[in-house]
T-cell receptor
Framework: QKEVEQDPGPLSVPEGAIVSLNCTYS??????FMWYRQYSRKGPELLMY????GNKEDGRFTAQVDKSSKYISLFIRDSQPSDSATYLC??????????FGQGTRLTINP | NAGVTQTPKFQVLKTGQSMTLQCAQD?????MSWYRQDPGMGLRLIHY???????DQGEVPNGYNVSRSTTEDFPLRLLSAAPSQTSVYFC??????????????FGNGTRLTVT
């Protein structure tokens, strides 16, 4: 079993919908949680990061961490066609190794 | 600033050949790493370095060598290419590592095919 599990999708929703992306993990030592966005033929770029349980909001994006359930989520409100990309969750215990989920391919249809 | 630069963008190798994937960053980052990305597998860490002269293994190090002689460069060497090494390779760097206030900056990848 992988340390981090993410539904690969693909996920297709209409423009303006609320999108929910999720990851589960098995390593209780993970303490840093991140979401990366990857456009086709490009490297991933950091979208959101958080530490410990709770919510963090940045514009249309909200990251949520539930350490008791070992579950993290990313919500996208008022989704736009430009949000179409692969979204990767990532987490680490400390400062040396980042473990990624498989990535979810998201398409927002105009 | 160019950020993280990877060369070449594309490469085709025959089984048994060796080659070096280049990675350079101009952000004075101490931490550098190599990942491979395969369908359904996500990004998997191959090797990483926390500074010049210091390297360590990640999740999938077999068949790859690295060295870090300068802060700027972190080349990845394939010793004897195998079809299982067909993948997209990403180099990433950060100021301090993979912690909260130190986001990874990725290059745009090298697409390698081994026949």
């Amino acid at each position: 079993q992988k340390e981090v599990e993410q539904d690969p999708g693909p996920l297709s929703v209409p423009e303006g919908a609320i999108v929910s992306l999720n990851c589960t993990y098995s390593n209780s030592a993970f303490q840093y949680f991140m979401w990366y966005r990857q456009y086709s033929r490009k490297g991933p770029e950091l979208l959101m990061y958080t530490y410990s349980s709770g919510n963090k909001e940045d514009g249309r994006f909200t990251a949520q961490v539930d350490k008791s359930s070992k579950y993290i989520s990313l919500f996208i409100r008022d989704s736009q066609p430009s949000d179409s990309a692969t979204y990767l969750c990532a987490m680490s215990e400390g400062a040396q190794k980042l473990v990624f989920g498989q990535g979810t391919r998201l398409t927002i249809n105009p | 600033n160019a950020g993280v630069t990877q060369t070449p963008k594309f490469q085709v190798l025959k089984t048994g050949q060796s080659m070096t994937l280049q990675c350079a960053q101009d952000m004075n980052h101490e931490y550098m790493s190599w990942y491979r990305q395969d369908p359904g597998m996500g990004l998997r860490l191959i090797h990483y370095s926390v500074g010049a002269g210091i390297t360590d293994q990640g999740e999938v190090p077999n068949g790859y060598n690295v060295s870090r002689s300068t802060t700027e460069d972190f080349p990845l060497r394939l010793l004897s290419a195998a079809p299982s090494q067909t993948s997209v390779y990403f180099c990433a760097s950060s100021f301090l590592g993979t912690g909260l206030d130190s986001p990874l900056h990725f290059g745009n990848g090298t697409r390698l095919t081994v026949t």
